[in-house]
């Protein structure tokens, strides 16, 4: 029994200093394996194919018709360019287009802009008489003024009016006032030729209107509105 | 060919600006093109057809109903 012990105890304490030797020559047997992996890939120079039969068949075919034989690169670089120009001349023109026919919907169609002016022959209208026309679906008053009342609205002390105006803004030629004839109170149409001013009364809410058209009492804030026109002959004219 | 293309090269390539005003200018000029060669083509189908060609006697016409 004490002879097994002390067996033990010698093979225990030989194995313990034995075992550091074993694991560093296994650590060197490892190293030199590497090494020897490393050597071989690097003793053939050129790339081998892993793979069985791939090696012989593989040709790298030839772009020499593709390239540019001329020489210089200006050709090729003024014919990209040239290609380059005319893709966005082409797209800017289509983006014009697009935008062009957006804005082109957008204005007045052809029976509208017909019905947008109207020609009035002057000479049928006598002097201090008025005629009402339709225009733009709202009524337009020509007044045929006589001397008396283009003197009148002229003298009228505009300048302390409600919407002071002198006539002469008022009126292309002094014998012809054109006018919106709608209340600028509430849009009534005011009667001519009535009212405490000699020109018009809006029946709705009592607004006066002097023969200028100028607002002079009553609930109405401003004057008779100016429509555009012209006279482009004599004894015509165009309102629009 | 190449002092040509190299000229051209440095008249409207060389600077992006210049190649930019070479676009629109182009643009321009395709549409008036397009525009004018397509009206054309139109009219020579269209010939004998259109309002402007048989204008003459409907307003001619309608003169005569005024009278």
């Known amino acids: 029994m004490a002879a097994l012990a002390s067996t033990t105890r010698t093979i225990a304490r030989k194995w313990t200093p034995h075992a550091l030797p074993l694991a560093a020559k296994a650590t060197a047997a490892a190293s030199v394996h590497q090494t ?8 053939t120079s ?5 793979f069985k039969g791939a090696g012989a068949g593989t040709k790298i ?16 670089r003024v014919f990209s360019y040239f290609m380059v120009g005319t893709m966005g001349a082409l797209a800017s023109l289509g983006a014009k287009n697009t935008v062009q026919d957006f804005l ?30 339709k225009w733009r679906g709202k009524p337009v008053f020509i ?11 002229e003298d009228t002390k505009w300048e302390s009016l409600r919407d002071p105006q002198s006539d002469s803004d008022r009126v292309k030629k ?22 405490d001013f000699g020109g018009w009364f809006c029946p709705c809410h009592g607004s006066h209107y002097d023969i200028s058209g100028r607002i002079r009492k ?18 015509k004219v165009v309102i629009g | 060919m190449a002092g040509l293309a190299s000229s051209i090269y440095n008249a409207l390539f060389r600077r992006n600006t210049v190649m930019l005003g070479t676009v629109f200018a182009s643009a321009f000029a395709m549409q008036l093109g397009f525009d004018t060669g397509s009206e054309k083509i139109w009219n020579s ?23």
């Open chain 1, 104 to 133: 082109v919907n957008m204005s007045a169609s052809a029976d509208v802009l017909a019905q947008a002016k109207v020609e009035i022959d002057l000479s049928a209208i006598p002097e201090g008489k008025n005629v009402i026309i």
């Open chain 2, 45 to 67: 189908i269209n010939q004998g057809r259109q309002w402007k060609d048989i204008k003459h006697k409907f307003m001619e016409q309608a003169e005569d109903d005024e009278e």
């Open chain 1, 46 to 50: 050129s790339f081998d194919s892993p």
């Open chain 1, 218 to 235: 009553g609930p109405a804030p401003l004057n008779l509105e100016i429509p555009e026109y012209d006279f482009p002959e004599e004894g």
């Open chain 1, 143 to 153: 007044r045929h003024r006589t001397d008396a009342e283009v003197q009148e609205a």
């Open chain 1, 174 to 195: 002094p014998e012809w006032l054109i006018m919106l004839g709608v209340c600028t109170h509430l849009g009534c149409v005011p009667i001519g030729e009535a009212g």
């Open chain 1, 61 to 76: 075919p030839s772009f020499a018709a593709y390239r540019n034989k001329s020489g210089g690169e200006t050709g090729p």
């Open chain 1, 36 to 43: 020897r992996s490393i050597s071989e890939t690097h003793q």
